[in-house]
């Protein structure tokens, strides 16, 4: 029911009461993570708080979007473990009623038809052999393997057929990610990389024929070693350039594909044609197989270039910023705000003439060429961001945040654009009181500003409120305009938020997020220090009553701000890096490089490792310190949480620690984010000197 205050009650920030309470944004939580078509049917895959938050599927309909019921028996929960953050952990068998699932407790494969139980696919390793990276094909199921049997993590490309035969297509690639085989069988096309690059910095698109068992690679095109420009500040480490960036390829035909790449300076979408099969000699013997083809970049084509980036941050593996069915394609353009685009594929590309080209971040960048692509907004929302899902013969399937609406499933008609509501991540009856999100930049900044909202309550005049700058993870993660429960508790209780898009995130090109090479903890602070500068300068916030907060990387920033500079009031970590050292010797495989790129290789910048690490720089911080920590996390173990706060209370900074068991890298218990939640605030409360007897109801 809505609420119709008939008064509005004039009462100091920090003070308001909100039916928004951390019960309410720990229950109401049920992210969408994926969702496909079978025919009329939608299947998909979400939280189910009241079960303890194991990832459940939901099968509802197209016509009849409210009538949904659960596929998976209580007992299995859908997750992949797969570099430790999983994705793509479940797919449709479209030519019979079978539905593959990795459980999270086994990492096997099973399968279940709805309504019978599930069996296992793949033989019991007690969770040592994991998959990932689903995707049906018309020969089977194509799985990203990893082999934790050894201290060496192994992985390849396998088809595993309905019956349970295993059979391995590739393993040319450390890691790996979205095999994709040609409609005519011929040709596997994934992307891989090799340490140190992350995905988002050099990978390499491989085509490899398995038409035989000796699996020749066909061709590669690496984005490895690539000269681009990047950081080289005096005195700041300036590691080797990875080179570009390429994701989630797609085949348009046997001979063709669609693949994304960031050499113009941002991800953009577009087309490489491939040696037909008749044009390649069968091989028998791999001692016979020739080195594979160099494919040279300038053999992409473009299909669509926004200006904006269609592409991100591959932390999950299956994620999709593009779907096409060989008519026309469908992509996710993310800027500041978020954008769906579509072109038929039958029009052509039209060059540009140079006054007409888009700016480039990148100086060195190539003119882009103009393609045909249209807008998709029928709503008149505001899309923070889109999550691709599924093309279907008649909707596309997609998941959308916008400043108005939490987490939705849609159904967008391909014809008409006219989106469907299918699902709602969350059941509120209170979106009066969440956050009215604003893009905007500060010093130079880009930012997203969420001012204390509650339409109860209205502040002193002549008051400025408390803020919280909260600093996402990654860092190459993204602050984009959404409604959210868990920014909207501090909101409607009067403190306001701030989320900085500092160097090293994504959304803003290459160049941008190459700022933060080599200067991780120095660069991400002195972005943020420029925008909480630029909202006090704007008289928007009591320069006193700041707070920072971040989780992940995002904790490292607020350890090495409270260490570096004297802005804060005080600062929240949850499961944050304090010690560099101790994080490349203690972190798993898929992140055990990843600070030669964000500091310097080891050990080369042994140096920057020890004088960055917040572990060794306790004496520098003087403001009171949140610690939030789950015991099982095996990103940022908890032994480095317990280091800290022991070396805090050897400098005798005030600080509290809170460690929650059976919690991972991300909390999800109903009743940890409760605690969690209430204790931030609680911690805000006492250090703003916001009198607790005197909230208001």
């Known amino acids: ?376 907004d029928t709503t008149g929302e505001t899309f923070g961001t889109i999550e691709l899902l599924d093309l279907g013969r008649t909707h596309l399937l997609l998941t959308a945040k916008s400043t108005r609406r939490p987490g939705v499933l849609y159904a967008v008609d391909r014809v008409t654009g006219l989106f469907t509501e299918i699902a709602s991540e969350r059941l509120d009856t209170h979106q009066g009181y969440y956050s009215r999100p604003q893009v905007g930049e500060l010093g130079g900044v880009p930012v997203v500003i969420h001012p204390p909202h509650n339409p109860r309550f209205a502040a002193p005049d002549d008051e400025l409120p408390p803020y919280i700058v909260s600093i996402h993870g990654g860092p190459t993660g993204q602050a984009t305009p959404e409604m959210t429960a868990r920014t909207s508790y501090f909101t409607s209780q009067g403190i306001g938020v701030l989320e900085v898009n500092y160097a090293g995130s994504t959304g803003f090109g290459r160049a941008w997020r190459d700022r933060l090479r080599g200067g991780w903890g120095v660069v991400d602070v002195e972005d943020t220090v420029a925008a909480v500068n630029g909202l006090v300068a704007a008289g928007l916030a009591d320069p006193n009553r700041i707070a920072i907060s971040g989780a992940s990387s995002g904790g490292w920033t607020v350890l090495s701000a409270l260490a570096s500079t004297k802005v804060f009031a005080c600062g929240t970590s949850y499961f944050g890096v304090t010690d560099l050292m101790r994080f490349v010797v203690d972190t798993h495989d898929f992140e055990s490089h990843y600070i030669d790129g964000l500091v310097g290789p080891w050990p080369a910048a042994q140096d920057e490792y020890i004088t960055r690490s917040p572990i060794r720089r306790t004496t520098d911080i003087t403001v009171p310190v949140a610690v939030m920590q789950g015991d099982r996390d095996p990103i940022v173990p908890p032994s480095q949480a317990q280091e800290f706060v022991d070396t805090l209370e050897l400098a005798g900074v005030e600080y509290i620690y809170r460690l929650y068991k059976g919690e991972s890298h991300g909390f999800v218990r109903a009743e940890t984010i409760i605690d969690s939640l209430e204790s931030e605030f609680g911690f805000y409360v006492d250090v703003f000197g916001i009198p607790r007897a005197h909230q208001h109801g």
Not at 79 to 92: I, T
């Open 1 to 376: 029911m809505k609420e119709f205050p008939q008064d509005v009650v004039t009462a100091p920030y920090g003070t308001w009461s909100s039916p928004l309470n951390a019960a309410e944004v720990a229950a109401g939580a049920a992210p969408i993570f994926d969702a496909a078509f079978r025919g009329d049917e939608i299947f998909y895959s979400t939280k189910i708080p009241t079960e303890k938050a194991r990832t459940g599927l939901v099968r509802t309909s197209l016509s009849r979007p409210g009538d949904s019921e659960q596929v998976i028996p209580s007992g299995f929960n859908i997750r992949s473990a797969v570099h430790e953050y999983g994705g793509a952990s479940w797919a449709l068998d479209q030519s019979s009623e079978v539905i593959y699932f990795v459980n999270a407790a086994d990492q096997r494969v099973w399968q279940i038809i709805p309504g019978r139980a599930p069996h296992a696919l793949t033989p019991d390793t007690s969770g040592r052999i994991r998959y990932g990276d689903l995707h049906m094909s018309s020969w089977g199921l194509l799985c990203v393997r990893e082999d934790c049997r050894s201290t060496r993590r192994e992985r390849a490309i396998v088809l595993l057929t309905k019956h349970g035969t295993t059979n391995v297509l590739s393993s040319h690639s450390h890691f790996m990610a979205w095999p994709r085989l040609s409609p005519d069988g011929s040709t596997l096309a994934f992307i891989g990389w090799e340490h140190p690059n992350m995905p988002w910095d050099g990978t390499t698109l491989w085509l490899v024929d398995v038409r035989t068992p000796a699996t020749p690679a066909v061709a590669a095109l690496s984005g490895d070693g690539v000269e681009r420009p990047r950081r080289s500040d005096p005195g700041m480490p300036s590691p080797t350039d990875p080179g570009i960036s390429l994701l989630q390829p797609e085949f348009t035909s046997d001979a063709s594909l669609h693949v994304i790449s960031d050499h113009a300076g941002h991800w953009s979408l577009y087309g490489l044609d491939i040696d037909p099969v008749a044009a390649r000699p069968v091989v028998t013997d791999a001692r016979h197989a020739e080195a594979p083809v160099q494919l040279d970049i300038d053999r992409l084509r473009p299909v669509i270039d926004t200006g904006e980036e269609i592409g991100g941050a591959l932390w999950q593996l299956g994620t999709r910023w593009h779907l096409n069915d060989g008519d026309e394609v469908w992509a996710h353009s993310q800027g500041a705000t978020a954008t769906l685009v579509r072109r038929r594929l039958t029009d052509s590309p039209v060059a540009l003439e140079p006054d007409q080209s888009s700016p480039s971040s990148d100086p060195a960048a190539p003119n882009p060429v103009a393609t045909p692509w249209e807008t998709i």
